[in-house]
């Protein structure tokens, strides 16, 4: 027998079917929701006993901020933006950490005799700041080879048109090249190095940027005697040098991007001296860094004056940036003495080396080089973009900044100086080089350089005898050297 239901049973068994199908699901979904709120009430409950907590402080908090206020103790607050810095809340002390770290590698193939060589060029840390904002200060010590004091000085920074700079630092001539910043150089070593250059010495200088920077100005008075280290005593004697550099941006205000980087300047030091000094009166190095121009051979000497001056011009324009420089060293009133103390020569006249320098640059990846600092030199860009592994993209330019280089330099020293055994090595020659520089980020520069270096008057280019039965510091002189020089520049 068949059982048939009615619509209104079969209504009714339907009904009864759903709702015990349904309520499993409901009351999971409840089991969920409930576990939400559970836990967006936590979450509440836990900020406002945070709040709380934070509420019962304040008074104290505030009851310390006023003891040490009382007290003259200023809260720090310390933050990294290119570099480590630690700042009180009103911004009238800070001071921040930063060091560079330069490792080389050099190949010389060919007949020189320079050893090829792993190298730690440059480890410096660096320690500047200021108090109530106008008094600057900065401490940098080397700790490469010989560690010792580099910048040490204190600048009371209140107008842009006349500042004072009183301590150790470059004096203010040698062209833009030279008085740039080691971590922000143009190639891997100078063109223009000591003698024809200047190095540290200890003085005070006023220097400023008025008429909104169109002029530039460094003057200074010097001990002549150069670093602390090299001469601890204080100085040599009363004489003093006299040092200045003047630089001129006519077309600074203008909206002419073709002339508006146009830089014209030069720089002039004279001084009395008594006797040679260590850096004054010493070997000048070459773009190799392992060999030499020429040596100052003379055991003693004797000075009446030494002088220097030179002239420079740069043009900026965009990704392109070109630069001429003239620097040039004299000496007058030479008397040259034996190791018994003997007199050897005696030249009254001035006797000169200069060296003329022609270099061009151009970014590839379009960043764009700066003129300024104290010493108005140059400073390399950030990346556009920086270099970057993970998300490393040919189309998203992610490579960093890439920038090519050529320079060319030509010097020429006194033939007398050579004749009457003052000097040794090259009076006459030129160096070329290429460069390619890799800008990662702001930390990270990796610098190429090959150099090829020619001497055409002379007994040729010293360089540092690489085999083992020469005695100690021995000199082979080549007509010409070819280097491979590569840095890893690291900043912190």
Not at 276 to 291: L, V
Not at 371 to 389: C, G, H, T
Request: proline content about 4%; glycine content about 8%; hydrophobic content about 35%.
């Amino acid at each position: 027998m068949k059982m048939r239901l009615s619509p209104a049973a079969f209504l009714l068994l339907s009904s009864i079917l759903t709702v015990l199908w349904v309520m499993p699901v409901k009351a999971e979904d409840s089991s969920v929701e409930l576990e939400k709120l559970r836990r967006s009430h936590d979450a509440l409950q836990k900020r406002v006993d945070e709040l709380e907590k934070r509420e019962a402080e304040a008074p104290e908090q505030q009851d310390q901020a006023a003891r040490d206020k009382e007290k003259g103790v200023l809260p720090i607050t310390p933050y990294y933006k290119d570099g480590f810095f630690l700042e009180t809340a009103d911004e009238q002390f800070r001071l921040n950490v930063t060091g560079v770290l330069q490792t080389d590698a050099r190949v010389f193939p060919g007949s020189t005799e320079s050893p090829d060589s792993i190298d730690i060029r440059r480890a410096r840390f660096d320690f500047r700041g200021w108090h109530y904002k106008s008094n600057v200060f900065r401490l940098q010590l080397e700790m490469a080879d010989t560690p010792y004091l580099r910048n040490a000085y204190w600048t009371f920074k209140k107008w842009p048109q006349a500042q004072l700079q009183l301590g150790q630092f470059k004096i203010p001539v040698g062209g833009a090249d030279f008085l740039t910043e080691e971590a922000q150089i143009n190639f891997i070593e100078y063109s223009v190095d000591t003698p024809i250059s200047p190095f540290f010495d200890r003085g005070f200088m006023l220097w400023g940027l008025p008429f909104d920077g169109i002029v530039q100005y460094c003057a200074g008075v010097f001990t002549g005697a150069g670093l602390d280290a090299d001469q601890n005593s204080g100085d040599l004697d009363d004489s003093k040098d006299f040092a200045g550099r003047l630089l001129f941006v006519p077309f600074k205000k203008t909206d002419m991007a073709a002339i508006q980087g146009i830089h014209i300047g030069g720089g002039y030091q004279y001084g009395m001296e008594s006797i040679g000094t260590r850096r004054g009166e010493t070997r000048n190095r070459t773009e190799d860094f392992n060999s030499y121009w020429f040596d100052w051979k003379a055991s003693s000497v004797d000075l009446q004056r030494r002088a220097r001056w030179g002239a420079e011009a740069h043009y900026l324009l965009g990704p392109l940036t070109l630069s001429y420089e003239y620097n040039a060293v004299g000496w007058h009133d030479i008397t040259v003495y034996d190791a018994d103390g003997t007199i050897t020569s005696e030249l009254p006249d001035t006797y000169s080396a200069s060296v003329h320098q022609l270099w061009a640059s151009y970014f590839l990846t379009g960043e764009k080089k700066e003129f300024q600092d104290v010493f108005f030199a140059w400073r390399q860009p950030k990346p556009k973009k920086n270099f970057s592994l993970r998300n490393f993209s040919l189309r998203d330019g992610t490579w960093g900044a890439w920038e090519v280089l050529a320079r060319g330099a030509y010097r020429e020293t006194d033939k007398t100086l050579f004749d009457r055994g003052v000097l040794d090595g090259s009076r006459q020659g030129y160096s070329l080089t290429g460069g390619i520089n890799w800008i990662a980020n702001p930390k990270v520069r990796i610098m190429l350089n090959v150099n090829y270096l020619r001497s055409e008057k002379g007994t040729g280019i010293l360089t540092q005898s690489a085999d083992k039965g020469k005695a100690d510091g021995a000199k082979e002189q080549v007509d010409d050297e070819i280097g491979i020089l590569l840095r890893f520049v690291l900043t912190i």
